[in-house]
Nanobody
């Protein structure tokens, strides 16, 4: 498995931007598909975005397409989530996830990922 630590969450107003960061451990970090999920109070954890080890394959949830951008820097063991035009419905705890077993396939389900960070809170005021 991979150890992951997220940062960058906070309280912002509707329409603002935030950039989340996730740093991973392990020498094979660059081999792993990575993803961001989020969980609002009382709701299930939901998929936000994911990308392959070489960033060639990228998926987004329909609710964030055109507003969020996922990216990675394998030299730094980092994954990012740039969030623009934030809405109150974007609120929740954002989790970084790694598929430390897979290489090519990029999943969009929680069970596709075996390593999770502790999460970072994003709050959007209206």
């Amino acid at each position: 498995q991979v150890q992951l630590v997220e940062s960058g969450g906070g309280l912002v107003q509707r329409g603002a931007s935030l950039r989340l960061s996730c740093v991973g451990s392990g020498r094979n970090f660059s081999h792993h598909p990575m993803a961001w999920f989020r969980q609002a109070p009382g709701k299930e954890r939901e998929f936000v975005a994911a990308l392959s080890w070489n960033s060639a394959t990228v998926y987004y949830a329909d609710s964030v397409k055109g507003r969020f951008t996922i990216s990675r820097d394998n030299a730094k063991n980092m994954v990012y989530l740039e969030m623009n035009t934030l809405k109150p419905e974007d609120m929740g705890i954002y989790y970084c996830a790694a598929d430390s077993i897979g290489v090519k396939r990029v999943g969009v389900k929680t069970y596709d990922y075996d390593s999770w960070g502790q999460g970072t809170q994003v709050t959007v005021s209206s």
